[in-house]
């Protein structure tokens, strides 16, 4: 666990109060971070806010107007002064941050990984990821669309709405035969899986999102004693490695509607990584891996493969 030494926090407001949605894992990341300010003096409350994306659960994310979806009310309670922290999935948040507000903080990243859960009466070990010809897969990210339907042509995609433990509750009750879920929050949740068929997919096979498994707390740029207290519990070369995945993902202005897959990771000074890209979700996937020691470097050869390709 991240800890910091408690200095100048008497400067800060008591309790500081944390905005968060009020679905299963956004509680669990927002009570993480409120217990690791705790265990470090700084008395914290949770405030549970209502999102555009909470509110809508009839459309896929790529029918609903605008962007930040699962953000943009909490951000609101932040410059309105209703809240002094934020805690959010770091894939939610838009590329660029409202005036006024900065990310002083990221976590240690999870498992970035894609999980996929099958029905076991839809298992066929023989087919590539393993689920039978013809499935029913229940996903509303272009993302995933993507790039199940270019490992899997024949698959039938599903729009699927709802916290993580609805959407487990859908599959077994039949409303699909496979699901994909971000492996981190499943983890996060410690859920039941039994009875069910899992697979943890590559990061090369299955591209995940931008800053997948990676937690962001925001707050106001203009509260100082704020800022330097996350900034002590932020993961700086976690937040290094993403900002290659959201940068990539800013220059091509692109949200929950882009098709984008993109995963770097470190290994001693060597940085790799994998991406996979469409123009719409039910267009042609390109994906290539590459590697560096710079990141700056890495960026621009990325978005310099991808408009060649385009």
Request: charged residues 25%.
């Amino acid at each position: 666990m991240l800890t910091f030494a408690a200095k100048n926090i008497s400067n800060l407001k008591n309790p500081l109060v944390i905005g968060t949605r009020g679905s299963d894992l956004a509680l669990w990341q927002a009570h993480h971070v409120k217990n690791l300010l705790e265990s470090n003096g700084v008395a914290c409350v949770l405030h549970i806010i209502k999102t555009k994306g909470d509110q809508i659960q009839n459309l896929s994310f790529d029918k609903i107007e605008g962007k930040g979806f699962f953000t943009k009310e909490i951000e609101e309670a932040l410059l309105n002064h209703t809240i002094d922290i934020a805690v959010h999935s770091h894939k939610d948040l838009e590329t660029e941050q409202p005036s006024g507000l900065v990310i002083a903080a990221v976590s240690p990243r999870a498992d970035a990984r894609e999980l996929l859960l099958v029905r076991e009466s839809h298992v066929d070990l023989h087919q590539k990821l393993e689920f039978r010809h013809e499935s029913i897969l229940g996903t509303s990210s272009a993302r995933r669309k993507a790039q199940l339907i270019h490992l899997r042509p024949d698959v039938q995609i599903k729009d699927i709405r709802g916290n993580v433990p609805t959407r487990v509750n859908k599959l077994r009750d039949g409303e699909f035969d496979a699901i994909l879920l971000a492996k981190a929050g499943v983890d996060r949740l410690q859920l039941d899986l039994s009875g069910l068929h899992v697979q943890a997919l590559d990061e090369e096979m299955f591209v995940p999102a931008p800053a997948q498994g990676v937690l962001a707390i925001q707050c106001r740029e203009s509260d100082h004693d704020v800022v330097h207290t996350l900034n002590k519990i932020s993961d700086e070369a976690v937040r290094e490695i993403i900002r290659i995945e959201r940068t990539v993902l800013n220059r091509l202005q692109g949200g929950c509607q882009l098709p984008l897959g993109i995963h770097a990771q470190r290994t001693g000074d060597l940085i790799t990584v994998n991406v996979a890209i469409a123009k719409t979700w039910d267009s042609p996937l390109s994906s290539f891996a590459i590697s560096g020691t710079n990141s700056d470097d890495l960026i621009t050869e990325i978005l310099n493969r991808i408009e060649s390709k385009s």
